[in-house]
């Protein structure tokens, strides 16, 4: 293989959150903004709504002949259940993005925790169902991922630091204390 550059990332969730939308934003902004290549692999649970449900997503520098996340450098938990089934796995100096209000994280001692509460920031906005979204605009702000920045769209972002200090980039939502 060589040096090229190679991020794993396991956004995971229950069905119905938008799992699979988000990794399918995520791997078409890198492709597209950023010029790398990117794959996903989807699996959920057999009811449509409910059910755990991950989507791995691997973007490179070269073409990705391993499409599988054994590793992720990134996990984006929006329920407790799959981070606790995704956490062991994430690397040594990973990312965790996950949902507040759900996710109780163990962050490690080289790795990075920030929340958001998603969920509340996407009731607050009127439609529950962008929640997935807002996960996809945090995570995006605190890993860098995806290159380039807004294309003349509105950040999002009022999460905490896993210190609890307030994070991400205020647009005229109320954070909470």
């Given at each position: 293989?060589?040096?090229?550059?190679?991020?794993?990332?396991c956004?995971?969730?229950?069905?119905?959150?938008?799992?699979?939308?988000?990794?399918?934003?995520?791997?078409?902004?890198?492709?597209?903004?950023?010029?790398?290549?990117?794959?996903?692999i989807?699996?959920?649970?057999?009811?449509?709504?409910?059910?755990?449900?991950?989507?791995?997503?691997?973007?490179?520098?070269?073409?990705?002949?391993?499409?599988?996340?054994?590793?992720?450098n990134?996990?984006?938990?929006?329920?407790?259940?799959?981070?606790?089934?995704?956490?062991?796995?994430?690397?040594?100096?990973?990312i965790?993005?996950?949902?507040?209000?759900?996710?109780?994280?163990?962050?490690?001692?080289?790795?990075?925790?920030?929340?958001?509460?998603?969920?509340?920031i996407?009731?607050?906005?009127?439609?529950?169902?962008?929640?997935?979204?807002?996960?996809?605009?945090?995570?995006?702000?605190?890993?860098?991922?995806?290159?380039?920045?807004?294309?003349?769209?509105?950040?999002?972002?009022?999460?905490?630091?896993?210190?609890?200090?307030?994070?991400g980039?205020?647009?005229?939502?109320?954070?909470?204390?």
């Amino acid at each position: 293989m060589g040096d090229e550059a190679r991020t794993e990332i396991c956004i995971t969730g229950f069905g119905g959150q938008g799992v699979v939308l988000a990794a399918h934003i995520i791997g078409h902004a890198c492709a597209l903004n950023a010029g790398k290549h990117a794959t996903m692999i989807q699996s959920f649970g057999p009811e449509a709504r409910g059910s755990a449900c991950t989507a791995s997503l691997v973007v490179s520098d070269a073409e990705v002949l391993y499409p599988y996340a054994d590793h992720p450098n990134i996990l984006v938990a929006m329920s407790a259940d799959g981070y606790e089934k995704h956490a062991p796995d994430l690397a040594p100096d990973g990312i965790v993005v996950y949902e507040e209000d759900l996710v109780t994280p163990t962050i490690g001692p080289e790795q990075q925790g920030h929340g958001i509460g998603s969920t509340r920031i996407a009731e607050e906005l009127g439609r529950r169902i962008v929640q997935n979204i807002v996960m996809v605009g945090f995570g995006r702000h605190r890993s860098g991922l995806g290159g380039g920045g807004a294309r003349g769209g509105r950040r999002l972002g009022a999460g905490r630091d896993r210190g609890g200090e307030p994070g991400g980039v205020r647009s005229g939502i109320p954070v909470r204390p």
